[in-house]
């Protein structure tokens, strides 16, 4: 099946008055492709969603679609679908209609924009709802009918505004699993904008995290996660504790790097502030905890642990998650499986060693 709906933004900046909320972002998102755009509130993804959809305008900068700009196009002759975070049904029109309308609107007759809206009812499986009104259906079914009325103009493109906020987890998890399966059917473009990591590493082909404005790091999901560029990334992703400190020793094999609790960490070699400071990331599940009075594991090796105390141990489920401090202000966590908790036998307020493997040891490029 060809793929479409690649999009390129070239230079998109937007300024309101003072505040810069895009700021001169290139991207390029392969055709039929899931992005999501990730990042927390106020960093600028949605005003970049609805500068794509027509419904801003750029202070500057190109929009392509499948080469060819977007600019100066009004919304609803571009080849975009947006796909508002509130639904947005008419609530005086039945599903069937609802979905119908924005070709009522193009003058399709109505014998036709019936049999397609019912088309694209079944294609999200909601092909028995036709004759409810939305007062009377689910959120969850409200979302799929909203979905229904994007993609009855055929676009290359879909936009969805924060999607599944209004969804509880269960269904969260299941619509997300839909609508990736939705649109690897279609084969278009979908650009999902969310401030859930875990909604975004899950759905998407590629994950682009913004931060005032700017795109911060534009990778696979398992590269954001496994691999986050710069330590604000490491912490918007989560599964990482991300460790700052002062270079004290530097060698050919990596940098002696003090914490500002005197303690002393080995990372491999990495860009250097000029005041000496670097970070690193060692992911949580890569973490292990024991107790400080234990013979001192072999594994241990030099410089690949913090001491602390263990502040809070919570269940979740598959695993056991361990938050241990190591001063005032610092606090790490561990993921461990519930073999290597129950082998610890650590509790809560317990002197411990938090230690990891220097494989496990992930350069962070920027402060
Ligand atoms: P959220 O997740 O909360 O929706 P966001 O990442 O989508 O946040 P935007 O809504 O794009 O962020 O806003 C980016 C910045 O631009 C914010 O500082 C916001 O206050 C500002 N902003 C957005 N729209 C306007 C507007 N119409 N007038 C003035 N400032 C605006």
């Given at each position: 099946?060809?793929?479409?709906?690649?999009?390129?933004?070239?230079?998109?900046?937007?300024?309101?008055?003072?505040?810069?909320?895009?700021?001169?972002?290139?991207?390029?998102?392969?055709?039929?492709?899931?992005?999501?755009?990730?990042?927390?509130?106020?960093?600028?993804?949605?005003?970049?969603?609805?500068?794509?959809?027509?419904?801003?305008?750029?202070?500057?900068?190109?929009?392509?679609?499948?080469?060819?700009?977007?600019?100066?196009?009004?919304?609803?002759?571009?080849?975009?679908?947006?796909?508002?975070?509130?639904?947005?049904?008419?609530?005086?029109?039945?599903?069937?209609?609802?979905?119908?309308?924005?070709?009522?609107?193009?003058?399709?007759?109505?014998?036709?924009?019936?049999?397609?809206?019912?088309?694209?009812?079944?294609?999200?499986?909601?092909?028995?709802?036709?004759?409810?009104?939305?007062?009377?259906?689910?959120?969850?079914?409200?979302?799929?009918?909203?979905?229904?009325?994007?993609?009855?103009?055929?676009?290359?493109?879909?936009?969805?505004?924060?999607?599944?906020?209004?969804?509880?987890?269960?269904?969260?998890?299941?619509?997300?699993?839909?609508?990736?399966?939705?649109?690897?059917?279609?084969?278009?473009?979908?650009?999902?904008?969310?401030?859930?990591?875990?909604?975004?590493?899950?759905?998407?082909?590629?994950?682009?995290?913004?931060?005032?404005?700017?795109?911060?790091?534009?990778?696979?999901?398992i590269q954001v996660y496994d691999k986050?560029?710069?330590?604000?990334?490491?912490?918007?992703?989560?599964?990482?504790?991300?460790?700052?400190?002062?270079?004290?020793?530097?060698?050919?094999?990596?940098?002696?790097?003090?914490?500002?609790?005197?303690?002393?960490?080995?990372?491999?070699?990495?860009?250097?502030?000029?005041?000496?400071?670097?970070?690193?990331?060692?992911?949580?599940?890569?973490?292990?905890?024991?107790?400080?009075?234990?013979?001192?594991?072999?594994?241990?090796?030099?410089?690949?642990?913090?001491?602390?105390?263990?502040?809070?141990?919570?269940?979740?489920?598959?695993?056991?998650?361990?938050?241990?401090?190591?001063?005032?202000?610092?606090?790490?966590?561990?993921?461990?499986?519930?073999?290597?908790?129950?082998?610890?036998?650590?509790?809560?307020?317990?002197?411990?060693v938090a230690w990891w493997s220097p494989e496990d040891?992930?350069?962070?490029?920027?402060?």
């Open positions: 099946m060809q793929q479409t709906g690649e999009l390129q933004l070239v230079g998109v900046s937007k300024r309101f008055g003072e505040v810069v909320a895009v700021d001169a972002v290139d991207l390029t998102i392969p055709g039929g492709s899931y992005c999501c755009l990730l990042g927390p509130s106020g960093c600028g993804k949605t005003t970049l969603l609805r500068i794509i959809a027509g419904h801003e305008m750029p202070s500057a900068g190109d929009v392509l679609i499948d080469g060819e700009s977007v600019i100066g196009m009004p919304a609803r002759s571009r080849p975009t679908a947006m796909m508002f975070q509130s639904y947005a049904l008419f609530p005086h029109l039945n599903c069937l209609d609802n979905v119908a309308f924005s070709l009522r609107m193009r003058g399709m007759p109505k014998i036709r924009r019936r049999e397609r809206a019912q088309q694209i009812l079944d294609f999200v499986r909601m092909g028995g709802f036709a004759h409810r009104m939305p007062a009377q259906i689910s959120g969850g079914e409200q979302q799929r009918i909203a979905l229904a009325r994007a993609l009855i103009t055929e676009p290359k493109v879909v936009l969805l505004d924060e999607p599944l906020s209004a969804l509880d987890e269960f269904f969260r998890v299941q619509m997300r699993v839909e609508l990736r399966a939705m649109q690897q059917e279609l084969a278009i473009t979908f650009i999902h904008v969310t401030h859930t990591n875990t909604e975004a590493i899950a759905t998407s082909d590629l994950v682009v995290v913004m931060d005032h404005g700017v795109i911060v790091q534009v990778d696979s999901p986050p560029r710069s330590s604000y990334v490491a912490r918007f992703v989560g599964g990482h504790n991300v460790f700052f400190g002062r270079v004290v020793e530097s060698k050919k094999e990596g940098d002696l790097i003090e914490l500002s609790n005197g303690e002393r960490l080995w990372a491999p070699p990495g860009p250097v502030s000029t005041d000496r400071r670097r970070s690193f990331a060692v992911r949580k599940d890569c973490m292990t905890v024991s107790r400080a009075s234990d013979e001192p594991a072999k594994q241990w090796e030099p410089f690949h642990k913090v001491e602390g105390v263990v502040h809070a141990i919570e269940y979740e489920g598959t695993r056991f998650k361990v938050s241990v401090i190591l001063n005032k202000e610092e606090m790490i966590v561990a993921l461990m499986t519930h073999r290597d908790f129950m082998a610890s036998g650590i509790d809560q307020g317990d002197p411990v040891v992930h350069v962070l490029l920027e402060d």
